[in-house]
């Protein structure tokens, strides 16, 4: 379709274009990730070991797994976003497709 008839959709540019870019982006978030928890890791018990650094330490574990579900939640949010724009050209695409329209599917 060329736009004359109503909406065109650029299904490869979405596909190509902004669903790569989620997917990169995902793959930079879990890195971070990645290189978050292990700064933890190598921190140890980075509160110090005097009165202010015991009463961080108490709320420390839910702070850290907070940190992360927050992580997790976010390349959730891109691997679905991810997913939905690649469904999306797909099924642009296939409207666009002759032979999915003679097989009663566009």
Same mark, same amino acid.
């Given at each position: 379709? @060329?736009?004359?008839?109503?909406?065109?959709? %650029?299904?490869?540019?979405?596909?190509?274009?902004?669903?790569?870019?989620?997917?990169? *982006? &995902? &793959?930079?978030?879990? +890195?971070?990730? @990645?290189?978050?928890?292990e700064a933890f890791a190598t921190a140890?018990?980075?509160?110090?070991? @005097?009165?202010?650094?015991? %009463?961080?330490?108490?709320?420390?574990?839910?702070?850290?797994?907070?940190?992360?579900?927050?992580? @997790?939640?976010?390349?959730?949010?891109? +691997?679905?976003?991810?997913?939905?724009?690649?469904?999306?050209?797909?099924?642009?695409?296939? &409207? *666009? +497709?002759?032979?999915?329209?003679?097989?009663?599917?566009?």
């Open positions: 379709m @060329d736009g004359a008839e109503g909406y065109a959709a %650029e299904w490869e540019r979405i596909r190509r274009q902004r669903g790569g870019q989620a997917a990169d *982006e &995902a &793959a930079f978030v879990k +890195d971070v990730r @990645d290189d978050v928890r140890g018990r980075p509160m110090g070991h @005097d009165q202010y650094g015991a %009463e961080l330490e108490k709320h420390y574990p839910q702070l850290k797994e907070q940190i992360f579900a927050a992580f @997790d939640a976010y390349i959730e949010e891109l +691997d679905g976003l991810h997913t939905g724009l690649q469904d999306t050209a797909a099924h642009y695409g296939g &409207a *666009e +497709d002759p032979r999915s329209r003679e097989r009663g599917q566009g």
